[in-house]
């Protein structure tokens, strides 16, 4: 497949087209036409991701307290359950975003044991069942997460699952149709897309000078934090941004979370993601690139270590889409799971990223379309805009159409005549004949 470098594409476009300023301006235009045609089920923009039900990081699939040590109760009305433990001692904050099941209803933790109320977990709604006490709670780890806007299949240990939708669930819920798993573990049957997200970070990152000699270049870098589910691996938006300016008498950086040294485990208890960009050039929209990671009861500052020059060794901000799906019955073990999925853009393109066009060079056109059609609005022609929109849409639907029907093409397919269990091949010209070959 074609593949090509981003500023090559840059300049040839605003070349092409009389484009003698407003580099930027073009590298937004390049960013949002890719990421949408990234989003799109092509052919050449299928991903086939494999893991397992209890996903890498997974400590294991389920963790259940135990009666004799640790029991938790709960009130009707509040959104946390209490442990008898403190803190508690089955899971902590690692286990972020696992699932508990009470009184035929699931409910997600957010905060377990954060700094002030270490013998509670905060749920993500407030409890519907009756008041218990003493109660065995199991934390199961029912979802997966990919960075990806559309998933097309799921498959756990070579069976496919049944995808839900809301009105199934609800209908199994009411009893109305007994035929939907929903509250028991087991080997997972179906899923239904979960469309939460993980909650952005409120604090800005706190960046100052610590003294000695710093080791990022000279310049303006740009600075955020995330939220991260260390077992699905799902990130958060960013929190909101700083740009910090190094001089040559700047001193080592270090980054704090909102203020220095304090945990904010009472946000939520997911893991905290660092994220710094190489010095600001022309651009408005810079690559991220992560640092450091901190436990959410962590009170530890982030000294930059890292230079520009090694930044691209790091993993890069994925500033797209997540799509996260919930599993029923909540897996009990680890078993094979294979995801077909789309395979969306990142975002956040550097001048150096490599980029594919598609198998036949499918982006050339579009962009080419889409880059006339931005030049008529800077140039205040509405009507030569809502013609080159028109015509956009018409060959990407073309250019999908074509695409779909390439796909059909399969010349090795053979068609074969089919023995009954009773009839018994003589020789091997017997069955020789029974073949057709297309070709």
Known sequence: MAQHKVIDLINQFMEDHGQSSGKDRVMLWFEDVYSRIRSLPWSWNLKVTETQTGGDLYSTPVITSVSTTETFSWTRGNDYILSTATPVSCVDAAHTGRYVYIDNEWYQCLRIAPIGNTSKIFLDKKIVGPDAESQTVTFYRRDLAFTTNGIKSVHVDDEKLEHLTEEQIYRFKRGIDPRWYYGDSGKPLSYYIDEKQIQGPKHSPLVYDAGGTTVLEVGTHVFFWTFKDI??????????????????????????????????????????????SKKKTSYTRVPMYQIATRDATSTSDVTVGVTDATLEDNPAYYDGPWTKFVMYPAPDEYMRAEVLHI????????????????????????????????????????????????????????????????????PSSWEYKFFSPTQSLHSATDFASSLKYPF
């Not at 950086?253 to 485990?265: F, R």
């Not at 059609?373 to 849409?393: I, T, W």
Request: aromatic share 12%; charged share 25%.
């Open 231 to 276: 077992e699905t691996g799902q990130e958060s938006v960013p929190g909101p941004s700083v740009e910090f300016t190094v001089t040559s008498s700047t001193g080592v950086v270090n980054v704090g979370y909102g203020s220095s040294g304090l945990s904010h485990s009472d946000e939520v208890t997911y893991q905290r993601v660092l994220y710094v």
């Open 343 to 410: 395979d969306s853009y990142f975002g956040l393109p550097d001048e150096n990223h490599i980029v594919k066009l598609g198998r036949q060079r499918e982006f050339i056109e579009l962009f080419g379309l889409y880059f006339m059609m931005k030049q008529s609005l800077q140039n205040k022609d509405p009507a030569q805009f809502r013609q080159l929109q028109g015509a956009f849409r018409e060959q990407l639907n073309f250019l999908q159409g074509k695409d779909g029907e390439d796909r059909k093409l399969d």
